[in-house]
């Protein structure tokens, strides 16, 4: 849900964000609607809802969003992200499930 960013150290910044997502939220998981490919296999969309619990405090929530990814193929064959861009649905409010408590 957070793109990489732009600085020297970019990639290390990215981990240190989601070592504190993942200290602050527990149960995580990630439900796939959809997979694209584009012809020339170079392009992918992906749509998916992810489910976060909070560590400290007993709220839930349930994202919707689709995932931009561009794609490059490696010498060995396989295909590896280069670029990803994630865009919430406009109507995220709506999509956005809040539960306390279980409630």
């Known amino acids: 849900?957070?793109?990489?960013?732009?600085?020297?150290?970019?990639?290390?910044?990215?981990?240190?964000?989601?070592?504190?997502?993942r200290v602050l939220t527990i149960n995580n998981?990630?439900?796939?609607h959809a997979v694209m490919f584009s012809e020339d296999k170079l392009k992918?969309?992906?749509?998916?809802s992810?489910?976060?619990?909070?560590?400290?405090i007993p709220v839930w929530f349930k994202l919707r969003f689709l995932s931009r990814v561009?794609?490059?193929?490696?010498?060995d064959g396989k295909y590896?992200?280069?670029k990803s861009v994630f865009f919430f649905f406009a109507t995220y409010i709506q999509s956005l499930e809040l539960s306390i408590g279980g409630l």
Request: proline fraction near 2%.
């Open 70 to 75: 561009d794609l490059r193929q490696e010498a």
């Open 1 to 21: 849900m957070i793109n990489q960013p732009h600085t020297k150290n970019g990639k290390s910044s990215l981990k240190g964000i989601y070592k504190l997502f």
């Open 29 to 32: 998981q990630i439900e796939f």
């Open 50 to 56: 992810e489910t976060l619990q909070g560590r400290f």
């Open 80 to 82: 590896r992200i280069c």
């Open 44 to 48: 992918a969309t992906i749509e998916l």
